[in-house]
């Protein structure tokens, strides 16, 4: 199972940037999935995350500005990212709960993608 993350990269303040997370290999689906970001210096932060009804959740301070989604048939996920600012600076990965055959639903990440916004 690989997860490959792309989509990130340098824009300015304001600007917006659509990170998607890609999962290949012999899997059944994708379930839940969430996407994280740190910061230098900062601890791993919980971003937004969408659960196996579709339900989503946000931290606060992207509300309103970040929008998670995936398409199960295209096993990739997304995280939609608006009004960006210069605090969103980080390093984003994805995290995704995968079925596979004859093992138990387990959570993988993904590599990482750098997200950079100048003010």
């Known amino acids: 199972v690989q997860l490959v993350e792309s989509g990130g990269g340098l824009v300015q303040a304001g600007g917006s940037l659509r990170l998607s997370c890609e999962v290949s290999?012999?899997?059944?689906?994708?379930?839940?999935m969430e996407w994280y970001r740190q910061a230098p210096g900062k601890q791993r932060e919980l971003v937004a995350s969408?659960?196996?009804?579709?339900?989503?959740d946000y931290v606060d301070s992207v509300k309103g500005r970040f929008s998670i989604s995936r398409d199960i048939a295209k096993r990739t996920g997304y995280l939609q990212m608006n009004s960006l600012k210069s605090e969103d600076t980080a390093v984003y990965y994805c995290?995704?709960?995968?079925?596979?055959?004859?093992?138990?639903?387990?959570?993988?990440w993904g590599q990482g993608t750098q997200v950079t916004v100048s003010s």
């Open positions: 969408v659960n196996n009804n579709g339900i989503t």
């Open positions: 995290n995704v709960v995968i079925w596979r055959v004859g093992v138990p639903p387990d959570a993988y």
């Open positions: 290999g012999r899997i059944l689906t994708i379930h839940a």
